[in-house]
């Protein structure tokens, strides 16, 4: 039988990446998975499972670098309808995984709720969001986020709460395989101050980060009290090159993909980067952009 019989509405084989990623790179996925209800998702991931297929999870694409061979597992992205639902009750805000943070921040402003303005300009969906925490200089998604939902290799699902969840810079202790609902607590305020605030955050990005590029953001963590970006640059490696990939110059921590690039060159530039760095300064730099190989 094959693996996913009666499935074929939600599944795609050999699907190219590139059409799925910010960078715009990378190979196909064997399979490639949008479940439409969660006893679909559940009926996935359990064939996966039984069957050793290897689950990859994907948000909006822009925090990954997908391998040129593409990954020999099943793709699986929470886009669909039943996965991209916003629910307002009061100051308590329960969002599924699919939902992106853009739209998210957008909802909650017209509600008069405050604590998200912090993520203006960052892309993704709630999902990748929460699984890498991610946040800026201004503050970051775990820090308003009361429980979450989330769904093991076997497809069992719990709920985690405030207490037993940990959010550190660009970590936490959710290693579950999928996050799927979270419920976050915001503060009333006035939609017209949250709009402003939302208005600065995106400004100082916009004029400090290649937004309109192809790109995968921050692509090493900041090692502690340093800053990746001002390493790399004080190693002068922005506009370095290998391939259509370069060292940004805008912001010496993004690589920017143009033209033809392939995979391995960003790759290549990573561990150029990497090497300067190190033998510069001594600092190891730690990946933040996931590879998928
Ligand atoms: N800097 C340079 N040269 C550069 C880039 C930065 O000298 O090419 C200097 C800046 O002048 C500043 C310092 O480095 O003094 C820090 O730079 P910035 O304020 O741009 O912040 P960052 O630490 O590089 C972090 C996050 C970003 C987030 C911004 C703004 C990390 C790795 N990066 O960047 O997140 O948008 O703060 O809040 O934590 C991401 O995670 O993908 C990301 C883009």
Redesign the pocket.
């Given at each position: 039988m094959k693996l996913f019989a009666g499935l074929n509405d939600i599944v795609k084989y050999k699907e190219p990446l590139s059409e799925h990623t910010w960078f715009k790179l990378g190979g196909p996925a064997k399979y490639f998975i949008e479940p439409r209800s969660m006893e679909e998702l559940v009926d996935v991931v359990k064939r996966c499972h039984e069957n050793s297929v290897r689950v990859y999870v994907l948000g909006k694409g822009s925090?990954i670098l997908v391998a040129d061979e593409g990954v020999d597992g099943a793709v699986i992205r929470l886009s669909q309808k039943a996965f991209c639902k916003i629910t307002i009750d009061d100051n308590k805000v329960t969002v599924a995984a699919g939902v992106a943070l853009s739209q998210l921040m957008r909802e909650c402003a017209r509600a008069g709720l405050s604590g998200l303005e912090?993520m203006a300009?960052?892309p993704g969906c709630l999902g990748g969001a929460l699984r890498?925490n991610?946040?800026?200089?201004?503050g970051d998604i775990g820090s308003v986020t009361q429980s979450v939902k989330m769904m093991d290799t076997s497809g069992f699902e719990l709920e985690r709460h405030r207490s037993d969840l940990y959010f550190g810079?660009?970590e936490t202790n959710i290693s579950e395989l999928f996050i799927t609902e979270a419920t976050l607590e915001l503060v009333p305020e006035d939609p017209e101050r949250i709009g402003r605030s939302i208005k600065e955050?995106w400004v100082?990005?916009k004029n400090?980060?290649p937004m309109y590029s192809r790109n995968?953001?921050?692509i090493?963590?900041?090692p502690r009290a340093l800053?990746?970006?001002?390493l790399?640059?004080?190693a002068g490696l922005?506009g370095t090159k290998v391939g259509g990939a370069m060292v940004?110059d805008?912001?010496?921590?993004?690589i920017v993909a143009k033209g033809q690039t392939k995979a391995a060159d960003v790759l290549k530039l990573i561990d150029q980067v990497r090497q300067a760095v190190q033998e510069r300064f001594d600092v190891t730099l730690e990946l933040?952009v996931e590879v998928w190989k």
């Amino acid at each position: 039988m094959k693996l996913f019989a009666g499935l074929n509405d939600i599944v795609k084989y050999k699907e190219p990446l590139s059409e799925h990623t910010w960078f715009k790179l990378g190979g196909p996925a064997k399979y490639f998975i949008e479940p439409r209800s969660m006893e679909e998702l559940v009926d996935v991931v359990k064939r996966c499972h039984e069957n050793s297929v290897r689950v990859y999870v994907l948000g909006k694409g822009s925090n990954i670098l997908v391998a040129d061979e593409g990954v020999d597992g099943a793709v699986i992205r929470l886009s669909q309808k039943a996965f991209c639902k916003i629910t307002i009750d009061d100051n308590k805000v329960t969002v599924a995984a699919g939902v992106a943070l853009s739209q998210l921040m957008r909802e909650c402003a017209r509600a008069g709720l405050s604590g998200l303005e912090c993520m203006a300009g960052i892309p993704g969906c709630l999902g990748g969001a929460l699984r890498i925490n991610a946040g800026g200089r201004f503050g970051d998604i775990g820090s308003v986020t009361q429980s979450v939902k989330m769904m093991d290799t076997s497809g069992f699902e719990l709920e985690r709460h405030r207490s037993d969840l940990y959010f550190g810079y660009r970590e936490t202790n959710i290693s579950e395989l999928f996050i799927t609902e979270a419920t976050l607590e915001l503060v009333p305020e006035d939609p017209e101050r949250i709009g402003r605030s939302i208005k600065e955050v995106w400004v100082i990005k916009k004029n400090s980060q290649p937004m309109y590029s192809r790109n995968a953001g921050c692509i090493f963590k900041n090692p502690r009290a340093l800053s990746a970006g001002a390493l790399i640059d004080k190693a002068g490696l922005k506009g370095t090159k290998v391939g259509g990939a370069m060292v940004s110059d805008r912001h010496a921590n993004f690589i920017v993909a143009k033209g033809q690039t392939k995979a391995a060159d960003v790759l290549k530039l990573i561990d150029q980067v990497r090497q300067a760095v190190q033998e510069r300064f001594d600092v190891t730099l730690e990946l933040e952009v996931e590879v998928w190989k």
